[in-house]
Every structure is written in structure tokens, then in C-alpha cells.
């Protein structure tokens, strides 16, 4: 999407649509097909065997009657499971989403009983030559075996607020914040961290304030992270242990701006001995900052947002955690 990124719910939306087109014709024959055998189960078994090559990646097709209750056998690649016949599956999660006038359904995602996998039913509903309602035709899909074009998914860059764990919450103001190692060591600890992401390739970093240590994430690893502690942290000498890196021009963040945002994490850990932080994070190519408090809240918010101090983060929405 141009004008705006595409939400988690829009991308959701989106393969639901293209799964929806891709098995409403095949699943819609297969049920009218079953009109004319539909009292009969062998007949119904061996036409659904049949017809399951024609409906695309699925993994057992099925037929039920009104109330949910399978009359025919499971039908899959392997052949007929006749266990099934009568199972019941009128509180199975698809079942619950059917309303009235329902004619095709795709259902939302859930976890299957027997492989405990992500798992997509679609159901038909089959009615005779009176239009009266004889039961449904039902299809199950593994969702890894569907060829979502799954698209990567991006992560909205917006302020939002995150509350914690409530046993912290209720606690907060019983506490006072506690001088750790790197609270007394912060200048050489944040003078480490700006060399790190400015000439090493650091790309994400956490500083874990009350604990004196930190997690970064290096442009030429970036599937593994480097723990430091508070040793390595006030040591520069830790630097020479990463290859130098020009800054990554896909950043987001101006590497100008890398020691005022550190700065303001600093701020933050100092600014009330109630309400202070935690860990700050920084990810120069999202462009977010995300801070957890004292009180287990946490907010992520973008970079240019952060730094305003005019933002309404740095206002009245700051102490609510």
C-alpha cells in the first residue's frame, strides 16, 4: 500500500480473499453433487473420495448434517476414515461462526485436534430440490500446506502504549529505583553504544538498565545476538571485537541523531525515582524506540516522535505506565 502501510488485519483480510476465491467454486460443486446421494452414505463416501483430487490442498473432506453431526466417513488422501462417521463437531470452532443465510464460509484460523497445527475449514451448505437445509459439506486445510503469498507483514511505526503485568502495576508506588552498575557508569556505557551503531554495524540494541547489561544485533549477524555486560559496556575497548561498518544507508534513523535518543533514555532513567525505566531499544531501520517501566508498561513510539518533546508521551501519558 502506498498511501499507508498495510495493517496486520488488512493483510490478514487479504489472504482470506485469495484463499476464499481459490476454494469456493471446487467445495460448492463437490455439495451440489451430494444433493442426489446425500441419504445414502456409501454413495456419499464414494462420491466425496472422488471429488476430494478436485479441491485443491485439502486435507480431509466430509459431509454433515444440520446439527453438525458427520454423516459420512472423513475422506482423505490416504482413503476413508469410517471412525469419523457420526463424530460430532457441531462446538468445533467453524461450526460457531456459521449464522443464518450463511451460504459459503472460510473460517478463521484455529488449532486442529488431531495434528495440533493452524488449520482453515470451508463449509457449503447443501440444501435439496425443496430449498430446505440438509446439512454441509465441509473441507479442512493445514494452513502450512496453502499457498498464501505471504507477504511479509509491516510493522506499523505509530505511538502505542502496552500496560504490564498487573502484580508489578499494583506495586509500583512500594518502590524506589535502585542504582545498578551502568546507572553510575552511564556516560562511558552510552559512549560505547554510539560507536557500536555509528561504526560497527549495530543495527538493534537493548539496554537493560536495572540489570547492567545489554543485547545488540550486528548488520553482519543479524540472526544471533551478543550479550554484554556491564564489563564489556564500559570498556571501548570492546569495539575492536566487531569490524567497522559504515552506518546502513537503509536506516531510518540519521545517525545524527543516535546520542539524542540515547540521551533520552538516559533522561528517562533518571527523571523519578517511582516511575523510571527499565530497558530502552533502539532499531535504526523501523525507526522505533521501545521503553519499559517500572511499572511493566511499556510504549513503542518512532524515533522523530521520541524526540519531541512536545509529544504527548512526554506529557500526561508518561506515568500511566
Known amino acids: 500500500?502506498?498511501?499507508?502501510?498495510?495493517?496486520?488485519?488488512?493483510s490478514i483480510a487479504k489472504q482470506r480473499k485469495a484463499l476464499t476465491t481459490m476454494m469456493?467454486?471446487?467445495?460448492?460443486?463437490?455439495?451440489?453433487?451430494c444433493v442426489a446421494v446425500w441419504h445414502d452414505r456409501e454413495k456419499l463416501d464414494a462420491l466425496l473420495l472422488a471429488s476430494l483430487a478436485g479441491i485443491p490442498y485439502c486435507k480431509y473432506l466430509y459431509a454433515l448434517d444440520p446439527h453438525g453431526v458427520q454423516v459420512?466417513?472423513?475422506?482423505?488422501?490416504?482413503?476413508?476414515?469410517?471412525?469419523?462417521?457420526?463424530?460430532?463437531?457441531?462446538?468445533?470452532?467453524?461450526?460457531?461462526?456459521?449464522?443464518?443465510?450463511?451460504?459459503?464460509?472460510?473460517?478463521?484460523?484455529y488449532i486442529s485436534l488431531r495434528a495440533r497445527r493452524p488449520s482453515l475449514t470451508a463449509l457449503k451448505t447443501v440444501f435439496d430440490g425443496a430449498n430446505n437445509l440438509i446439512g454441509y459439506v465441509g473441507a479442512d486445510f493445514d494452513l502450512r500446506d496453502l499457498p498464501l503469498t505471504r507477504e511479509l507483514y509491516d510493522e506499523p511505526t505509530s505511538w502505542r502504549q502496552i500496560k504490564g503485568d498487573p502484580a508489578i502495576r499494583g506495586s509500583v508506588f512500594h518502590q524506589t529505583?535502585?542504582?545498578?552498575?551502568?546507572?553510575?557508569?552511564?556516560?562511558?556505557?552510552?559512549?560505547?553504544?554510539?560507536?557500536?551503531?555509528?561504526?560497527?554495524?549495530?543495527?538493534?540494541?537493548?539496554?537493560?538498565?536495572?540489570?547492567s547489561r545489554a543485547t545488540i544485533w550486528l548488520v553482519d549477524d543479524p540472526f544471533r545476538y551478543r550479550l554484554l555486560d556491564?564489563?564489556?559496556?564500559?570498556?571501548?575497548?570492546?569495539?575492536?571485537?566487531?569490524?567497522?561498518?559504515?552506518?546502513?544507508?537503509?536506516?531510518?534513523?540519521?545517525?545524527?541523531r543516535i546520542r539524542d535518543l540515547l540521551e533520552g533514555l538516559r533522561e528517562l532513567r533518571f527523571m523519578d525515582e517511582m516511575f523510571y525505566l527499565r530497558s530502552?531499544?533502539?532499531?535504526?531501520?523501523?525507526?522505533?524506540?521501545?521503553?519499559?517501566?517500572s511499572c511493566d508498561g511499556s510504549h513503542y513510539i518512532p524515533w522523530?516522535?521520541?524526540?519531541?518533546?512536545?509529544?504527548?508521551f512526554w506529557a500526561s501519558h508518561l506515568t500511566s505506565g
Open 1 to 10: 500500500m502506498t498511501a499507508a502501510k498495510e495493517s496486520l488485519q488488512e
Open 24 to 33: 469456493k467454486t471446487p467445495v460448492t460443486k463437490v455439495a451440489q453433487a
Open 72 to 109: 459420512s466417513s472423513n475422506i482423505s488422501a490416504e482413503g476413508l476414515i469410517d471412525k469419523d462417521f457420526g463424530r460430532d463437531r457441531s462446538s468445533r470452532p467453524y461450526m460457531q461462526q456459521i449464522k443464518v443465510g450463511t451460504d459459503f464460509l472460510l473460517s478463521e484460523a
Open 177 to 211: 529505583r535502585s542504582d545498578s552498575r551502568m546507572d553510575t557508569h552511564i556516560e562511558e556505557v552510552l559512549g560505547v553504544m554510539e560507536e557500536l551503531i555509528l561504526e560497527h554495524g549495530v543495527f538493534h540494541s537493548k539496554m537493560h538498565f536495572s540489570s
Open 230 to 256: 556491564i564489563d564489556m559496556l564500559t570498556d571501548p575497548d570492546i569495539c575492536l571485537a566487531y569490524p567497522r561498518r559504515a552506518y546502513p544507508e537503509g536506516a531510518v534513523v540519521p545517525p545524527g
Open 280 to 293: 530502552g531499544t533502539l532499531n535504526i531501520f523501523n525507526g522505533m524506540v521501545s521503553l519499559t517501566f
Open 304 to 312: 522523530d516522535e521520541f524526540l519531541d518533546r512536545e509529544h504527548a
